[in-house]
T-cell receptor, first 118, second 108 residues
Framework: GAVVSQHPSWVICKSGTSVKIECRSL??????MFWYRQFPKQSLMLMAT?????????EQGVEKDKFLINHASLTLSTLTVTSAHPEDSSFYIC??????????????FGDGTRLSIL | GIQVEQSPPDLILQEGANSTLRCNFS?????LQWFHQNPWGQLINLFY???GTKQNGRLSATTVATERYSLLYISSSQTTDSGVYFC??????????FGTGTRLKVLA
């Protein structure tokens, strides 16, 4: 149980295009999901918290206009990298926790999306 | 904000050896998880362990929350154990902060 699916797993696109990444909780509902970014040989850095039915909250230094987050349902959050440039190339990964408001459960992670901007 | 440091940063083992990975955190935490990131980037959840000790096969983990550290033990290591190990902590904000990671290579 508690499976998080992320799509696509790998994408290459030209500079200036926008890329949408989906994160779905397959067998549970999640009012909150999280988006992380990982550069090569570095740790995962939290980018933003996706809240169902309300605006996302972004970590310091993350451009909200560059990384648009939509959490339209209890099982789906999307991250859109707008006008992507080579420096946006990275590994993006989402996570979610079953339930609402409970803080005593593990987070479950998707398999990540490797984004390469040419 | 909370700082999460892992040691050692790099570790090379011969197959069959045992190892201990450490995660130190600078403030109290509500939740803690250990992950193994494989070469394809997938995060494999090893333990959810905000306190106490757990074991799963050749792996075990101990968190001493009052002293702000957690340990991951790997016994009889195998080449498939290679990868990066992360601890991640929730300092009560419901957000997980990842540690610096330990890169493990197990040689045949």
């Amino acid at each position: 149980g508690a499976v998080v699916s992320q799509h696509p797993s790998w994408v290459i696109c030209k500079s200036g295009t926008s890329v949408k990444i989906e994160c779905r909780s397959l067998d549970f509902q999640a009012t909150t999901m999280f988006w992380y970014r990982q550069f090569p040989k570095q740790s995962l850095m939290l980018m933003a918290t996706s809240n169902e039915g309300s605006k996302a909250t972004y970590e310091q230094g993350v451009e909200k206009d560059k990384f648009l987050i939509n959490h339209a349902s209890l099982t789906l959050s999307t991250l859109t990298v707008t006008s992507a440039h080579p420096e946006d190339s990275s590994f993006y990964i989402c996570s979610a926790t079953p339930g609402t408001g409970r803080r005593d459960q593990p987070q479950h992670f998707g398999d990540g999306t490797r984004l390469s901007i040419l | 904000g909370i700082q999460v440091e892992q040691s050692p940063p790099d570790l090379i083992l011969q197959e069959g050896a045992n190892s201990t990975l450490r995660c130190n955190f600078s403030d109290s935490v509500n939740n803690l998880q250990w992950f193994h990131q494989n070469p394809w980037g997938q995060l494999i959840n090893l333990f959810y362990i905000p306190s106490g000790t757990k074991q799963n096969g050749r792996l075990s983990a101990t968190t001493v929350a009052t002293e702000r550290y957690s340990l991951l033990y790997i016994s009889s290591s195998q080449t498939t154990d290679s990868g990066v190990y992360f601890c991640a902590v929730d300092p009560g904000t419901y957000k997980y902060i990842f540690g610096t990671g330990t890169r493990l290579k197990v040689l045949a």
